[in-house]
């Protein structure tokens, strides 16, 4: 396998491309062990292992993963994008075997794999591998009903080692189950329902990692980085979870009101409410998620991905606000029509990797400015009903 015939300068390159890029938005990997193991299993050679397969989807990964902003060098086509295909294809005649496997590593691998797929445009196979993933997690032992009474908040956290492993099953598991969630929702699944009401999220957060032994690692990178990772990773389910109460009570509203008219009223009430909670969730981000901090400064994209989760969820509380007429009236920013450019543009960019691209930019280019002429739209409430 001659892409594998790499120097460790070259391996050590995709590691940090990796941790840096990708596994922020998801930390289901101990950074420090899993760089070893990789590097280990690139230079002795690699075998059919489940540490092997672990290792190819690091890799691949790591061949895609850029900074935010344009990335001509791992489009369709190029060097990069060839070297994680290959990466990939290696470690998918490895996956078969972790099906049965009961070890952590098979989800870990499961859910990379998923990851790789969607920064392909897969959406579909990579929905088969989170669901894969999350199947994996099941037989955990974190999810044991005996064991579970530690994870609300009854633990003398004595047993370090353990608090790790528990990190690491916690994180995969999470990871795979608001991955497949996300996923679904946005494709048509016969077998599986898509209703946001239903999606109960578990009790209990993921545990963080425990706070480092060794002396002055503040300005270690790979500690910074984790950091951040868990900042993100924390917020954005939690964000996640009220989007899911949020969702919930407006689908009891809407089963305790059978008329349209009370049924909007009743809405209109709420969004006090929910803006408030949303509010407090912004208040709550740390300083380097701050919506506030300068969009310059975030080169993992992190703050930029709540930006974008913030606004989704302050929509479902704008579009309970009905008006006079029974519909619903969004109001657009300033700069919006700039906005919609850009992404039209985005995806002229992205166009190669799917035809899906294409109807997407039909429906923006028609929605650039509305019938009268105006920055806002009035929808019927019986189309998102």
């Not at 996923?183 to 599986?192: A, H, I």
């Amino acid at each position: 396998m001659g892409i594998l015939d790499m120097e460790p300068r070259r391996v050590n390159d995709l590691l940090d491309s990796f941790f840096s890029f990708a596994h922020v938005k998801n930390p289901i990997l101990d950074e420090t062990s899993t760089r070893h193991m990789v590097l280990s299993t690139i230079m002795n050679g690699v075998d059919w292992s489940p540490e092997s397969c672990l290792a190819l989807l690091v890799c691949a990964l790591g061949s895609l993963s850029t900074s935010f902003g344009p990335s001509h060098d791992a489009m369709p086509g190029t060097i990069a994008y060839n070297n994680a295909m290959a990466f990939f294809q290696a470690a998918q005649k490895r996956l078969g075997l972790l099906i049965s496997s009961d070890e952590l590593i098979a989800p870990q691998c499961l859910f990379l794999a998923g990851v790789f797929m969607m920064c392909v445009f897969q959406p579909l196979k990579a929905w088969r591998y989170f669901l894969q993933a999350l199947a994996g997690c099941q037989q955990l032992p974190f999810l044991a009903p005996e064991n579970q009474e530690k994870y609300h908040g009854i633990s003398d956290g004595s047993h370090p080692q353990d608090h790790a492993i528990d990190t690491l099953q916690q994180a995969v598991y999470w990871s795979a189950w608001k991955s497949e969630r996300e996923v679904r929702s946005t494709n048509y699944m016969p077998d599986f329902v898509n209703d946001m009401s239903t999606n109960i999220y578990p009790p209990f957060f993921p545990t963080p990692p425990a706070p480092r032994t060794e002396p002055d690692t503040s300005a270690d990178p790979r500690r910074e980085r984790e950091q951040i990772s868990w900042y993100f990773y924390l917020a954005e389910i939690s964000l996640r979870r009220l989007t899911a109460r949020m969702s919930a009570g407006m689908m009891e509203l809407q089963a305790q009101h059978k008329d349209q008219q009370s049924f909007l009223a009743a809405m209109a009430a709420v969004v006090p409410e929910h803006e408030a909670q949303v509010n407090s969730w912004i208040s709550s981000l740390p300083p380097n998620l701050s919506f506030g901090a300068p969009p310059e400064e975030d080169d993992t994209c992190s703050r930029s991905a709540l930006v974008l989760l913030g606004a989704s969820i302050k929509c479902e509380t704008t579009r309970a606000q009905g008006t006079d007429r029974g519909g619903t009236t969004v109001t657009l920013p300033q700069g919006w029509q700039e906005g919609i450019d850009d992404i039209i543009d985005l995806l002229d960019y992205w166009g190669n990797e799917t035809r899906d691209f294409g109807k997407i930019r039909t429906v923006l280019d028609q929605g650039r400015m509305p019938a009268n002429g105006s920055a806002s739209w009035t929808y019927a409430p019986q189309e998102y009903m």
